[in-house]
């Protein structure tokens, strides 16, 4: 028996120092911190310390992220508010059609990402995936570049993620003619709203450039002359 209370006692003694000495070292703070959050602490540190990381880091790293997307958009918000400000600045209905449907396409694959959310990766991947030539690709880059610069404008995104995509390489290849038959089937099924820019293409020798760049507050479709 009393070797029993001897034991208890001496337990209790190493208990009390135990106590005493995290108290020092910690101060009152270290002893009433809460066991999971200690736990999560000691998985954040194991998980960061292969990259030479600390839990303060990651918190600062964290919350500039939180900082810069706090003012973010949806993607097909910015791409409304792009072509509106476009059309409003007297651009021509093909170009803002084929602005629309292009970033369309792109706002379709990333619908759950905001304009801070898109990365350069995200942008390398899906112009690699749209299977298209590298001309058709690099306009697509174009208007994406077009659409993250006017973001920034607008606070929606800190930088634009398009300028280190990679721009494909054009291959030199004979430029194809269309006979007679095959452009009048192209303008027979083609979109109202890019006949004109078909039809001044064809017949008028301008270049894509050229024709995005005409006058839209002509309604060339009905006028039907240049």
């Not at 303060?56 to 810069?68: G, P, Q, V």
Request: proline share 4%; with cysteine.
């Amino acid at each position: 028996m009393a070797e029993k209370v001897l034991r208890d006692t001496r337990r209790s003694q190493n208990l009390r120092t135990t106590a005493n000495t995290r108290l020092l070292n910690e101060g009152l703070r270290g002893i009433e911190f809460p066991a999971w959050l200690r736990l999560s602490a000691e998985r954040a540190y194991e998980a960061l310390l292969p990259w030479g990381k600390t839990i303060e880091d990651a918190l600062h790293f964290y919350l500039a992220h939180l900082e810069k997307t706090k003012t973010s958009a949806p993607l097909q918000k910015a791409i409304d508010e792009l072509i509106k400000v476009r059309r409003e600045g007297g651009r021509s209905d093909v170009y803002c059609y084929a602005l629309k449907l292009r970033l369309g396409r792109f706002s379709g694959d990333f619908s759950d990402k905001t304009t801070a959310d898109i990365s350069t990766a995200d942008i390398d991947s899906w112009l690699a995936g749209l299977g298209v030539a590298p001309g058709t690709r690099n306009t697509y880059r174009r208007d994406l570049r077009t659409l993250f610069s006017f973001c920034i404008t607008r606070g929606y995104c800190p930088e634009n993620p398009v300028i280190g995509s990679q721009l494909a390489k054009a291959i030199d290849s004979p430029i194809g003619v269309l006979t007679p038959d095959q452009l009048s089937i192209l303008l027979k099924n083609a979109n109202p709203l890019v006949v004109p820019y078909i039809a001044i293409g064809a017949f008028a020798g301008l270049l894509a450039a050229e024709i995005e760049r005409l006058d839209g507050s002509r309604n060339l479709s009905r006028e039907r002359f240049l």
